[in-house]
């Protein structure tokens, strides 16, 4: 007998959000990544236009959620209590978790945005075209403008629109609050991966 592999990637379930009865869970029909397997539960959607059903290894884990108009695709992920919502768009790797939130028309292209950041309005946090070193957004940074490379937002730092912080170095600038530094790769520890 030939196994039938299923067309979709996954399926969204009758489990509902605890305070939003628009929201279902999502359940993995094939192998996703190493740790998403057929059968395993993942975060909440609002319809299938919410994440790609091709398997590119993006996946909403936890209690994560991607509503409205917003996608999740091309290995991007979220985790935790992340929220990606209104026509927002999170690809190519990039990982929104905590308490993360990612809305209105913003792109994450690359990088993290985690804790309690907000990347909102027209906002992209992208790669460096040049280092290919993408953004970290933490803390409870806002971003508005655009920020690209080896750029680390911590505290309460914010980007406003029309603005772009883009680091064509490898060494990592980093803006924390009031507090401007530019660090060598070697001073910085890497960020925690995201629980998953």
Known sequence: ????????????????????PSLHRIRALTRVSETV????????????????????????????????NAIVTTGAFLTGQARVSGSALVSNEAEIG??????????????????G???????????????????LVE??????????????????AFILPG????NPTNSVLAINGTHVRLYSIEQVKPPKAPER
């Open 98 to 115: 905590g308490q993360g939130r990612v809305r209105d028309r913003a792109v994450v292209s690359g990088g993290t945005v985690q804790e």
């Open 1 to 20: 007998m030939e196994e039938v592999t299923p067309s979709k990637k996954y399926e969204i379930t009758d489990i509902a959000h605890p305070k939003d």
């Open 163 to 166: 603005n772009t912080v883009d």
């Open 37 to 68: 397997g057929p059968g395993t539960l993942g975060g909440y959607v609002q319809s299938e236009e919410n994440l790609t059903q091709e398997n590119d290894g993006a996946w909403i884990y936890g209690d994560a959620i991607c509503c409205e």
């Open 139 to 156: 803390g409870h940074a806002t971003v508005m403008g655009v920020v690209a490379g080896a750029v680390y937002l911590g505290a309460d």
């Open 117 to 135: 950041a907000v990347v909102c309005g027209d906002a992209v946090i992208r790669k460096n075209q040049i280092t290919g070193a993408v953004p």
